[in-house]
T-cell receptor, first 112, second 110 residues
Framework: NAGVTQTPKFQVLKTGQSMTLQCAQD?????MYWYRQDPGMGLRLIYY???????DKGEVPNGYNVSRLNKREFSLRLESAAPSQTSVYFC???????????FGPGTRLTVT | QQPVQSPQAVILREGEDAVINCSSS?????VHWYRQKHGEAPVFLMI?????EQKGHEKISASFNEKKQQSSLYLTASQLSYSGTYFC???????????FGKGNQVVVIP
């Protein structure tokens, strides 16, 4: 069991470039989440997906789009990166029965 | 909606006890606690559901006072491995959508 995997681990973008962060889980979880973590700010929810085929905005969705490709995969897309999107991005998943969220190792993104 | 955690930072010697707190202005369905070590992902510690229950994880326990919308995490006989940042995540609607606080940084020194 790999748990939650994220790619890439590190990425540097120039302002205006686009990219997609990939996330996959092998725990058969229904719910998946994207968070961003900035120094001193804790974890802030960008988007979440309660089940395959559904997505919903979180606290800070502006500038991002998501796709729940299937039950395993949940991707986050930055269409036109901005320096304010420099952050560490975590993907997580959970099941209704166990409730705890399992986090991936994170993607450290720098936008110059 | 973001819960408030206090104190911001705690420094304690190995073997000492500490309490860190999480409070919300909204009625809560549950409170989650996670610990994050530097450069790593957050790791789940425990979840408390409304009803005032207490739970434990090793020598770390927590309580949830639903009347006050507060949760406290108790670090007993602290070990070096307890160092890290502790985050509480609060759930309002029972949909496992959490709002996280800014964290309590805990440093345990020998």
């Amino acid at each position: 069991n790999a748990g939650v995997t994220q790619t890439p681990k590190f990425q540097v973008l120039k302002t205006g470039q686009s990219m997609t962060l990939q996330c996959a889980q092998d725990m058969n979880h229904n719910s998946m989440y994207w968070y961003r973590q900035d120094p001193g700010m804790g974890l802030r929810l960008i988007y979440y997906s309660a089940s395959e085929g559904t997505t919903d905005k979180g606290e800070v969705p502006n500038g991002y789009n998501v796709s729940r490709l299937n039950k395993r995969e949940f991707s986050l897309r930055l269409e036109s990166a901005a320096p304010s999107q420099t952050s560490v991005y975590f993907c997580a998943s959970s099941s209704p029965s166990r409730q705890e969220q399992y986090f991936g190792p994170g993607t450290r993104l720098t936008v110059t | 909606q973001q819960p408030v955690q206090s104190p911001q930072a705690v420094i304690l010697r190995e073997g000492e006890d500490a309490v860190i707190n999480c409070s919300s202005s909204k009625a809560l369905y549950s409170v989650h606690w996670y610990r994050q070590k530097h450069g790593e992902a957050p790791v789940f510690l425990m979840i408390l559901l409304k009803g005032g229950e207490q739970k434990g994880h090793e020598k770390i326990s927590a309580s949830f006072n639903e009347k006050k919308q507060q949760s406290s995490l108790y670090l007993t006989a602290s070990q070096l491995s307890y160092s890290g940042t502790y985050f509480c995540g609060t759930e309002i609607r029972g949909n496992n959508r959490l709002a996280f606080g800014k964290g309590n940084q805990v440093v345990v020194i020998p």
